[in-house]
Structure formats: C-alpha cells, structure tokens
C-alpha cells in the first residue's frame, strides 16, 4: 500500500546562543489511506514542532537541517511556496492548537469560512456561501450559527466551526494538533468522535497530535510514541496500549490515572533538554532496563514484527 | 461531635458583567448558587470537588482561601467563619489551610531564587531559630519530596521544570504541615509521567501528617484516584455527592452519567460505543438557565417539573446526596 504521507528523517532546529534547540531530531513514518494515525508524546516531545515541520511552517530562528515530507508522491519541503498554497487547504487541511481561538471577533461565522474557501478554490462567494452552510450542518451546527460573531459561540462550537472550514474542500489529509485542549469532557468526546468521523464518513486520512492517550486510545488506528525529538514506538492502538514494548512507552501507559485503575506509577527523572540530549538512548537516564550499551549507541527504529516499530537495544 | 473542619452555608457569589463600575452592567452571573458542604474534621479525607469550566470550583477555592468574599452564605473552619479568622487570627488560618494552585510559575517571584519561598515560610511561621536550623530544615522537607536540594536550591524559578515547581510547592507545604490543603487543579501542568509522583505525595501527606485536602479537578480520572469523596458540581450547584466508590460506579444524578460515560478510558478495546448527539448537549454560550433544574435542557429524563422548580439537594442514603428529582419522593 503505497502512504498518503511520508515523512523521512525529519529535523526541525531551532537556533539560539547557547546552541540548536533539536526539537525534532531524525523522525520517519508512514501514514496511510483511510487512517487515524495518532501522535503522543508529553510536553515539550517535539510533537508539535514536527507537525509545524510537516507543515513547513517553520520560521527562524527555526530551521530544517534536513528531511524529506512526500505527500501524494511530492516532497513538500522542496516544493515553491506558490505550489505549496494549492495543496494546503484543498488536500492538506490543518487545525492548529488553540484554533478556535484564532476566529476573527469581529467578522461573522460564515464570512470568515466564505473567504477562507474562496481563497483555497475556484469557487465563487455564492457557490463557498452554500458549501459553508452545508459544512456547519456535518458538523452538526445549527444554519444560524452562519451569522454569528464568535463570542457568541461556546469553545466545542468554535471548534466545530474550524474543522467544518478545514474540512470544507474535502481534503485528502486533516492534521489536527491538541484538538480537545481546554475542552469539556462531554464537548472533547464530541469532537473526538467528529474527527473519527472524517475517516469513517468520508475516507480522509487523519493525524492527531495529542498529550493525551486516553484520547488516542479511543479514535486512533496506529499510534506513534514520541520522546525527546523522536519516534520511540510505533504500532497499531492495540498492540501499543495491549502490549507496549519500548519502556517508555511502558512508563506513560502505566502512568495514566484512569477510574477503576487502583494504581498508576511515575517515571523517575525529568525530561531532558531540546539543547542538550542524553547521548546514547535518550531514555537512559530514566530507564529502568538501561545497561552499559543504552548510554553509549542511539538504538535505530526497527520493524521488529509487522507493522511493529520499537527504537530500544531491548529489542535488538 | 467536633464542628466540621471546613463547612460552606448556603455560599453563593454573584459576578457582574460587563459596564464599568457595574453602572451599565448587563448582567449578573451566579458563579456558586447556594451551595453548602462539609469536610469532617474526626478523620482526614480528600474530598474532590468536580466540574467542568465555568461550574464554580474555582470561585469556591478562592473563597474559601480568603480571596474573594461570599456574596451570600457562609464559609467555617473548625466552627468559626473566615472572616473572623482573618480579621483575628490571620497567620494562624494560613498555617492551617494552604493552597497549591494550577500554574505553579504564577506564584513564584522570578527575580528571587526558589529557595526564599522557604525562607518566607520559615521566617512567618517562625519554623528555625537560626539561619543553619533553617538551611537543615528546607533540606529536609525536600528530600522528602524527592526533590535534589544541592540540585535546586540557588536556582531560579524559570530553571525549574513545571513538575518541579509544583513539587516544591510540596515541599513548603510539608513545612507548613497544614490541616487542610485547597488544591485547584494542582497537577495540569505536570507531565502525566509524573503526575502519580505528586498525587501520592498528596495521599502520604494525608495517610502521614492527618492532613485533608479539598482538590478540585474537571478530571473525574484524577478525582477517582486521589479523592475518598467527590462531590460534583454543575453550573455553580451541587448535583451529586458521595464517597468515590458509589459516585463512580452508582452514579446517580443524569449529569454524573453523561460526564462519567464521555470521560475517555485509556484502552482501545473499550471505546465508545455510541456517537454524542454533540447538538443536543452543547449550548450557547449566553444561554443559562434561570429556572428549573440547572441539567434540564440538556438531561435526557427531563420531565415537567425539572422545568419548573429547582431540585434541592437531598439525602438518598446516608452520605450520598442528589439534587434530582427522579429521586425525590
């Protein structure tokens, strides 16, 4: 099965004076068709940052040593940004964190998603009025919603409103990055299901980027584990939550409060710096199976089964 | 019996909105309405207060901290109303209760090394007699914590980690040895690789020192770990109150159900089966209701006097309160 998103070797830097801030150092996957492919990782992981490299929405200080995004057979890191602009949007639609927070106050609900579509397509300002209109209702928002200024909205509802105008030129890839953050559980549950939905309903592949498992444990299909600028871990939801190989992975799963869990544990340590990676399996330092070898050789990902990725000498 | 250790009587604060100096204020918000609750003072509990935003938990922190005054109602501790502690016996009240608060960074001074949050406590509560006795003492509380004090102290505030900096919050509580801790949502700025570090550290602190804590969560996740009573708020009320265990598996109230059902379990073999009528429990943001049951535009048994009359809260079982009307005789 050829991937709609391939993403190899991926860096994204950020200068300063002390030195690079590797937030993203080395990180390769497939996402394929029809999928929710999910990536988790705690703060400061480099998840976001991956996603802004993805993306190419990086700006300096930040920059991109090297990599290669090739989505629909182009490598969009080479690509003009005028090139770029045609895909992004039409096939490449993108929620970030925080979106709905990026609504316009003073501008009613449905202009802002006339011009946003107006701006991506061929459409003309009647034939984007319609296609808006039709987009609130799939996401479930009632047509006056369309002339309503953002106060007036509740934060599920912007929300819906940025993935209906995301979503609205039916594109192939949806990246959605913290989409339930400072949401309510009841709302998180609603939008969650939303983004699921745009596989099931409508066959697009989706990417989400989130802190939380219990979120990815619920809408992913395969998941990718993040620690200190790279992929840790990656395989389908089940196998990783059923039977999580890499100990970090370990660590987070064991970590999670959940109800009717009479014990979640913690990692010792702290997270170590993007300025200043441990050498060797960034892990080390916090990990309980380290031996002389971790501190020393960086293990490579390696498929260990079908579909099974694990970056840990454990598995060697 | 003693008095309760913390009661609120019939606590409600009122916010206005909008208008300078309240002259062309539109409206009133009741941020807490009417509520009233307990924490025993025999034996030390962790009572969870839960919501979603906008219900009212921190409001009810600040009042009770002292930080905002009821509009109506009372608050007690050990017998006596805050005010009163905090006109007469200031230092003493702060001795007794203490808070830790969601953004660890908020509270710390960045141009004084974190070591001076120690210092200060020390110096108030008149915890050492000498420079060296306080020096000794701060080590201690830290190790304690787990926390490297030849690490961390001499370091400034933005040099720490945010699960550092709450944990040394930790540490100055230990110091303080409160009897009642106000925690409003101590752990969202802690890694979840972390988070079990700290809530034990909470659940030491009780099981060690007697020392109870009212820790206020949106996370029912977090409240089924940590707390022995949760009491579950909506839109400024009380709806449901009970110990952990009969809350989680017995909800009672429609509300408690729809959260404790939306709430995501870390397992992919139990996703959710059904899809959230998503239109049907989200409103407008300006639309609050004014009479009736705080649930009933959104409470899938709503029946007609839910439109009606406010249902009070009442005693289904010894310790197990609702304010629903399916349950009143």
């Known amino acids: ?316 | 019996m003693d008095a309760p250790l913390l009661e609120l009587t019939n606590v409600t604060k009122i916010f206005k909105i909008g208008g300078g100096l309240g002259l062309f204020s539109k409206r009133v918000i009741k941020a807490v309405d009417s509520i009233s609750f307990s924490i025993p003072s025999d034996k030390p509990l962790i009572t969870a207060l839960v919501g979603e935003s906008g219900s009212g938990k921190t409001t009810i922190a600040r009042m009770i901290l002292g930080l905002t005054k009821p509009t109506s109602g009372e608050i007690f501790y050990k017998g006596r109303s805050i005010s009163e502690w905090l006109k007469k016996n200031k230092l003493e009240y702060y001795k007794e209760v203490q808070a830790i608060f969601q953004d660890p960074y908020s509270i710390y001074n960045p141009f004084y090394r974190i070591d001076r949050v120690l210092e200060i406590v020390i110096k108030k509560f008149k915890l050492a007699s000498s420079k060296e006795e306080a020096r000794k003492l701060m080590v201690e509380v830290m190790r304690e914590i787990g926390l490297r004090p030849e690490d961390l102290l001499g370091r400034y505030p933005h040099q720490l980690s945010g699960g550092e900096r709450q944990r040394f919050m930790l540490a100055r509580i230990l110091l303080i040895k409160p009897r009642l801790i106000v925690a409003d949502e101590p752990v969202s700025m802690i890694d979840v690789s972390l988070r079990a570090l700290f809530l034990d550290h909470l659940i030491s602190f009780k099981e060690k020192l007697g020392t109870s804590c009212l820790y206020i969560t949106h996370d029912l996740n977090v409240a089924s770990y940590v707390a022995d009573n949760i009491i579950v708020l909506c839109q400024g009320r009380i709806v449901e109150e009970g110990d952990k265990k009969s809350i989680i598996e017995n909800p009672l109230h429609p509300y408690t159900k729809l959260l404790l059902s939306s709430i995501p379990v870390p397992d992919p073999k139990r996703k959710w089966r059904e899809l959230i009528d998503i239109a049907s429990i989200e409103s407008f943001k300006e639309l609050k209701v004014e009479k009736g049951c705080i649930f009933y535009t959104r409470c899938p048994y709503a029946m007609n006097i839910c439109k009606e009359e406010r249902p009070s809260l009442i005693d289904v079982e010894p310790g197990r309160k609702v304010a629903c009307f399916l349950y009143s005789k």
């Open chain 1, 1 to 316: 099965m050829k991937p709609v998103l391939e993403v190899r070797n991926l860096k994204v830097y950020y200068k300063s004076i002390w030195g690079d801030y590797k937030s993203v150092d080395g990180v390769s996957f497939n996402v394929y068709g029809n999928e929710v492919f999910s990536i988790a990782g705690e703060s400061g992981c480099g998840k976001s940052t991956l996603v802004d490299g993805i993306l190419r929405l990086i700006e300096p200080p930040g920059y991109i040593p090297s990599g290669e995004v090739i989505f629909e057979g182009v490598d969009l890191l080479k690509l003009p940004e005028k090139e770029l602009r045609k895909i992004r949007w039409r096939k490449l639609a993108y929620v970030p964190q925080g979106a709905m927070n990026s609504l316009n106050p003073v501008i009613r609900i449905e202009e802002q998603m006339v011009d946003a579509i107006v701006d991506h397509s061929d459409m003309d300002k009647e034939e984007a009025r319609k296609l808006a209109l039709s987009m609130l209702k799939e996401v479930g928002l009632p047509s006056e919603v369309a002339k309503m200024y953002p106060h007036e909205l509740s934060g599920g509802m912007k929300q819906r409103v940025i993935i209906a105008t995301a979503i609205a030129l039916k594109p192939r890839l949806v990246i959605a990055d913290e989409p339930t953050t400072a949401l309510d559980v009841v709302v998180q549950r609603g939008i969650l299901q939303l983004l699921r939905r745009l596989k099931e309903d409508y066959g697009m592949t989706v990417i989400v980027v989130s802190h939380d498992m219990a979120a990815h444990a619920q809408i992913g299909d395969r998941i990718a584990i993040m620690y200190a600028g790279k992929i840790v871990e990656i395989g389908s939801i089940y196998d990783i939550f059923e039977d999580p190989l890499h100990p970090y992975t370990k660590g987070l799963i064991s970590a999670i409060p959940a109800i009717g869990k009479k014990y979640i544990k913690y990692i010792p340590g702290l997270a170590p710096s993007p300025l200043n990676w441990p050498p060797g399996c960034r892990f080390h330092p916090r990990c309980p199976h380290a031996t002389d070898i971790c501190s020393k050789i960086e293990p490579p990902i390696r498929e260990i089964s079908s579909g099974r990725y694990v970056a840990c000498h454990l598995y060697g």
